[in-house]
């Protein structure tokens, strides 16, 4: 059963010289137990993709299409059921740790305060619950870590923090916004593993938004690859890794492994948003360019195996 699909996303934002394109035509959808890797080079537009889902983008941003999750348009419920489903049925976690959390405010204090406005608790309950949460979380001291300020916690354990108030009020998906990419390699793969652990214990559906494949390939069970706010290929995480379509995808994962010593980078840089180029938009970057890949732009194509991709290479 599909938990989220979006249909046909658009978002476009108001500049100086007049609306810009970030998301052109994304669709995907999620179901239930299900992680997918959304996965592309920096501003491809991952981020705008999460917070359109929740719909935190500012006024300056136009958003079309439709994202329906339980059978409603989260684009069309009025906000006070949006704040019901953010951070209830819906929660994200961000990159950065320290801006999200309130540095005057213990720890403890910082998670009940999301328990007591949403579940009407009384105080002793609520700290129960926090210290079940921060055990969850792998905090084997959860009594002292309650009585801490973030700035006391490494940045690992400030990300834990933050994923214990993911979940508090046990959603059925969880969207990571490249989660580790502050972290060292260590604390990574150790927030990586317990991610792994809540969704399978809870049952949640996940989306990870990652530019690092590696992390894909440990943790997803589908991967979608975005570039310039389209998706280009979507797939079931073993058969991506096996035999990428899009030439794009086999670019990144070159890049992505060492094989012998020789990395190969994929040639030239994402264009300017302002500046996009016509057809397909990889086409001054791809090696198997075709007079029709700059007139048109592919469309997203189902492919053997429950997949998609856009590119000629396969068809319209
Ligand atoms: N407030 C904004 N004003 C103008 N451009 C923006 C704004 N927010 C994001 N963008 C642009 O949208 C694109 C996608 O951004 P983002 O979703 O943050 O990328 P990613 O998360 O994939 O790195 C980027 O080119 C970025 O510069
Ligand atoms: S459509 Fe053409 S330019 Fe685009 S990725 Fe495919 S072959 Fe390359
Ligand atoms: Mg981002």
Redesign the pocket.
Known sequence: MKLLEIEDLSVSVLTEGGYVDIISGLSFSIRKGEIYGLCGESGCGKTVTALSILRLLGSNFHIKGSIFFSGANLLSIPEKEMRQIRGGEISIVFQEPMTSLNPVLKIGEQIGEMLEVQLKLKKKEVKDRVIELLKEVGFEDPERRYHQYPHQLSGGQRQRVLISMAIALNPKLIICDEPTTALDVASEWEILNLLLKLVKQRNMAMIFITHNLHIVERLCTRVGIMYLGRLIEEQKKDIFFERPL???SQGLLSSALIRGDELKPIKGTVPDLRNIPSG?K??PR?D???DV?IKEE?KFVKTDNEGYVR???YGT
Do not use: A, G, S
Request: proline share 13%.
């Open positions: 899009h030439p794009y397909c990889f086409h791809c198997y360019v075709m890949c592919p590119c000629f290479l």
